[in-house]
């Protein structure tokens, strides 16, 4: 029996089944086993292998379902996930550009979530490699898509205003990045269920613009609530923790709140360990 702790072992039990699997010709096992190993990978920070395994998915669904839309959009964001890890945005681009590409023509009579979906993350990954005016189209796309369509994802609603608004950040328009991002919070606190994650992430996105406007008031109340929301989720979030606090601090440095801007910052060193 393999211990849970035990990362080599639990690997090794992975890779096993996943032999047996491709042996008897399962292609589903095969698939299903495939993401595990990958996502297993992923945690332990084994990048290379995961993005084989991960691809090695998407081809043989793609095999699988030639009569249908053939990607999984969780698939694709465990992929792009890898590859973002791996600091490669240009593949990350290229894959859900390609699979942009093939939904345009699978839903053209009727565009859907997958598609919204695709738009949104690909406007993020546009927004990384500084490709503001396709992030601000693709942006822009997925806005309207889920404002017609409301008994869509609240949750996904929101994000795609806060990418929007971080494009126009970028595109140096920081009051209408304000206006889009408080919008996003609005949406993500009347989620059911509202997510803290979710909050906490926009809290972050409305504190960083807020900065750069200097309303540095503002910023600390986002920040601090930001900060308020994180201690409750996963220690996954420890670097989270520590951003957020080092971005409090550095606003209440500016306000001269000194003793606590240090005392913030000491304890986020630890946590970047």
Known sequence: MIDAGDSSGVELLLRQQ????????????????????????????????????????????????????PYSVVDLEDLGSVLEAEGKLDEEDALLRSALVAARKYYASEPNRTL??????LAETDRQRKSLAEARSLAEEAVSLYQSHPDWSAAERGY??????NVLLDSGDPAGAETLCRRALEVQRSAQPAQDDDIAKC????GNILQHENKLAEAEGAF??????LPDLSRANDA?????????????????KTAESQELLRQAAPAQH
């Not at 795609?160 to 608004?165: A, D, V, W």
């Not at 809290?203 to 409305?206: A, V």
């Open 160 to 165: 795609t205003l806060q990418i929007l608004g």
């Open 18 to 69: 996943l032999q047996q699997a491709r042996e008897a010709g399962n292609a589903g096992r095969t698939v299903a086993m495939l993401k595990f190993l990958g996502t297993f990978l992923h945690r332990q920070n084994k990048l290379a292998e995961a993005e084989s395994c991960l691809r090695e998915v998407l081809q043989l669904q793609a095999q699988r379902n030639e009569s249908y839309f």
């Open 203 to 206: 809290l972050g996105d409305l």
């Open 224 to 229: 601090r609530e930001e900060l308020a929301k």
């Open 116 to 121: 919204a979906w695709l738009a949104y993350h």
């Open 240 to 256: 989270r923790i520590a951003s957020a606090r080092q971005n409090l601090a550095s606003i209440l440095q500016k306000e001269g």
